[in-house]
T-cell receptor, first 115, second 111 residues
Framework: NAGVTQTPKFQVLKTGQSMTLQCAQD?????MYWYRQDPGMGLRLIYY???????DKGEVPNGYNVSRLNKREFSLRLESAAPSQTSVYFCASSPGTGESNTEAFFGQGTRLTVV | GQQLNQSPQSMFIQEGEDVSMNCTSS?????WLWYKQDPGEGPVLLIALYKAGELTSNGRLTAQFGITRKDSFLNISASIPSDVGIYFCAGQVFGTYKYIFGTGTRLKVLA
């Protein structure tokens, strides 16, 4: 049981390049999340999804797009990377939806540097 | 948007001492979660709280869900060197499946 798996673990991009961060969970969870973590700022929510085909904006969605391909996978795309998007990106999943009281479980993170 | 105020930002303590940290918000939360993050790793869940007033323990860790649903605290008793790391609180926003995180408490334990 791998839990939440993120790929790649490290990435360096040039300004203006595009890339997709992949996330997959094998826990049959309904909800999935993308966060970014910057020094001293904790984790900030980018986008989240309650089910396949549905997504919601979090606190910092600008510059990102997401796709909930199926129940297992939730990808994050940077269409035109900027240095301000240099960060550590975490994917998480949670069993519940709506008002269910459940926990969120995290992947190991993707360390992205935009130069 | 919702914000979680977590304090203290950092702590230096002696091995064997007890530690206390807390999170407060102006918003109401369904669930309070406490995580620990080691360098280069993702956050790992320590304790989950589901009801106002709930007090839950996990080994040397004890956490409480505030009566007003707007705050929570985490205590670590008899700290040991492996307690070093960053501790985050997170709240599930009332009526949603969204989780908001605090800015973290960085704990350093001096042997």
């Amino acid at each position: 049981n791998a839990g939440v798996t993120q790929t790649p673990k490290f990435q360096v991009l040039k300004t203006g390049q595009s890339m997709t961060l992949q996330c997959a969970q094998d826990m049959n969870h309904n909800s999935m999340y993308w966060y970014r973590q910057d020094p001293g700022m904790g984790l900030r929510l980018i986008y989240y999804s309650a089910s396949e085909g549905t997504t919601d904006k979090g606190e910092v969605p600008n510059g990102y797009n997401v796709s909930r391909l199926n129940k297992r996978e939730f990808s994050l795309r940077l269409e035109s990377a900027a240095p301000s998007q240099t960060s550590v990106y975490f994917c998480a999943s949670s069993p519940g939806t709506g008002e269910s009281n459940t926990e969120a479980f995290f992947g190991q993170g993707t360390r992205l540097t935009v130069v | 948007g919702q914000q979680l105020n977590q304090s203290p930002q950092s702590m230096f303590i002696q091995e064997g001492e007890d530690v206390s940290m807390n999170c407060t918000s102006s918003s109401i939360f369904n669930t309070w979660l406490w995580y620990k993050q080691d360098p280069g790793e993702g956050p790992v869940l320590l304790i989950a709280l589901y009801k106002a007033g709930e007090l839950t323990s996990n080994g040397r860790l004890t956490a409480q869900f505030g009566i007003t649903r707007k705050d929570s605290f985490l205590n670590i008793s008899a700290s040991i060197p492996s307690d070093v790391g960053i501790y985050f609180c997170a709240g599930q926003v009332f009526g949603t499946y969204k989780y908001i995180f605090g800015t973290g408490t960085r704990l350093k334990v001096l042997a």
